[in-house]
């Protein structure tokens, strides 16, 4: 803005500077006008009076003639008329008031100045022929008073009115340097900030078809190129990551499933062995029952290591999908009973909401199946004390977070609500990650809900999860809407 300021205070200058010599100009000429008039209106007064009082005293004589002189006096408030005899001695009663040096210009009709107590006066004289022995005029005087007080309102006019014409002339410079330099400057110093910030939207458009209007569109045209280069450059990292966490993900998997399919085949026959050996040693008679019960903890110990081969080996291998038609709502209430029982032995209940309409959708039945039983375990796992974990599903229009460029279209959302003791918000970014548990050691390998995800991936769909400590967790589960 101070570019903008400086050029305000300049042209302002410019008026400034002509309104004062104009002013000037004008002033002076309207007192020389008013000291034009004041001698106009005076000899015409004197001339008249003149032939007036040459006739009056030729004719009534001297007494008459100074009566309307006198007369003359009382009507006329600004000029006064006085009888003058020129030869008489400066001083006396009808002395001239002015000197004899500045008295006969004055004779021949020009005005004279002179200073009297606290005022200055303006005289005029007009010869008349009254007696021919002796020289006689009329003295015409009039105040400067008026003149004095007519310069000061004059004065006072030109002050007022070049005051009113310089704000006058502020406001509309003002007024018009904002609406066609300061708010475009700001608009674009603003606009430029933000480009410098990374913030390429927003275009800017200013009216017109100036240089500053020319410049917005350059500078919109040049955010649209960085902004494509950017973009582009954005999906190209973004695909270079993807390929790279792809590779990274598949070099992962056929690790674990070398390292499991190898740990599996060089224990699964030794642990078929100990568990077969365990069934039998608990089922010899006669056996004490301590033997028997350590036969039996033997036994379920190997069936656990089996069942985390299983997981292990489930993770690994990338079994393909088989999609087809499902009931949504139906498989959710065959998963409901199917987990009930295990759920009302810890005092949970589940409840499915929503109405009994088939919600079809093209999915792998197994693989589902599996996602809603290791959800519901998790939930149940979750509330030690009891609770209650509600289900449901319902249709919604949105898009998948990764993609938030592509516009809305219908998925059905299937959620798991529970009750339980909840996750911390450090833990939400990680839970769908390989082998990350919260659980105590032993009780969970940490591939449950990486399985999860996988499989709802596999489905074209997504999972996300919202949880508060100590109030619960609420897992959605969107999947395409079977056409």
């Known amino acids: 803005m101070k570019m903008f300021a400086k050029l305000i205070f300049s042209f302002v200058s410019i008026i400034f500077i002509i309104l004062i010599v104009d002013g000037y100009i004008s002033f002076q000429r309207q007192i020389k006008l008013f000291e034009t008039n004041m001698k106009k209106n005076m000899n015409i007064i004197g001339l008249t009076m003149k032939s007036v009082i040459e006739d009056t005293w ?30 008489v001695p400066p001083g006396s ?22 200073n009297g107590p606290g005022k200055e006066f303006m005289y005029i004289y007009f010869p008349i022929s009254v007696d021919q022995k ?7 005087s009039e105040s400067l008073l008026y003149k004095n007080e007519y310069v000061r309102s004059a004065a006072v006019r030109l002050i007022v009115l070049t005051g009113i014409l310089l704000i006058i002339a502020l406001l509309v410079s003002t007024l018009m340097g904002v609406r066609i330099l300061g708010r475009p400057m700001k608009l674009l110093v603003d606009k430029i900030q933000r480009i410098g910030e990374g913030d390429y939207s927003d275009p800017l458009f200013l009216p017109g078809h100036d240089e500053i209007s020319r410049l917005s569109v350059g500078i919109n045209t040049m955010c ?11 999906t190209e990292t973004e695909a270079r990551i ?8 598949q070099d992962r998997l056929k690790t674990v499933g070398r390292l499991a399919s190898g740990i599996a085949h060089e224990l699964g026959t030794p642990l078929n062995v100990i568990s077969g050996r365990a069934v039998m040693i608990a089922q010899a008679d ?5 033997i028997q019960e350590n036969a039996i903890i033997i036994k379920k110990q190997s069936d656990r290591i089996t069942s985390i081969f299983r997981q292990l080996l489930d993770f690994a291998r990338q079994k393909p999908s088989r999609k087809r038609p499902l009931d949504l ?5 065959q998963s409901l009973n199917l987990m009930s029982p295990i759920a009302n032995k810890k005092k949970i209940g589940i409840s499915l909401t929503g109405d009994e309409v088939p919600v079809m959708g093209h999915v792998d039945a197994d693989q589902l199946q599996q996602v809603m039983m290791n959800l519901l375990t998790n939930a149940i796992q979750a509330m030690p004390d009891g609770g209650n974990i509600e289900m449901g599903i319902h249709r919604v229009h949105t898009h998948p977070p990764e993609k938030k460029e592509v516009a809305d279209s219908e998925y059905n959302c299937i959620y798991i609500q529970d009750n339980g003791q909840g996750i911390f918000k450090e833990n939400i970014g990680h839970i769908f990650e390989p082998f990350f548990t919260t659980k105590e050691t032993g009780e969970g390998t940490g591939l449950g ?6 499989i709802i991936r596999e489905n074209n769909g997504w999972i996300e999860v919202t949880s508060e400590q100590n109030k619960g967790s609420q897992f959605f589960i969107y999947l395409p809407v079977e056409d």
Not at 60 to 83: L, M
Not at 97 to 108: G, T, V
Not at 286 to 290: G, H, K, L, M, Y
Not at 449 to 454: A, D
Request: glycine residues 6%; neutral net charge.
């Open 58 to 87: 030729q004719k009534d004589g001297e007494q008459q003639a100074f009566k309307i002189i006198n007369g003359a006096i009382s009507d006329e408030s600004h000029i006064k008329i006085r009888f003058v005899w020129l030869d």
């Open 449 to 454: 809900l990486s399985i999860v995800y996988g």
């Open 93 to 114: 009663i009808h002395a001239p008031k002015i000197s004899r040096k500045k008295l006969d210009p004055s004779i021949q009709g020009h005005s004279a100045l002179l």
């Open 329 to 333: 709502q139906q498989m959710l209430q």
């Open 224 to 234: 649209g190129q960085i902004e494509g280069t950017m973009e582009k450059l954005r």
């Open 242 to 249: 993807d390929a790279l966490e792809q590779l990274r993900h």
């Open 286 to 290: 006669p056996v004490s029952a301590e």
């Open 134 to 140: 002796r020289p006689a005029a009329l003295e015409l």
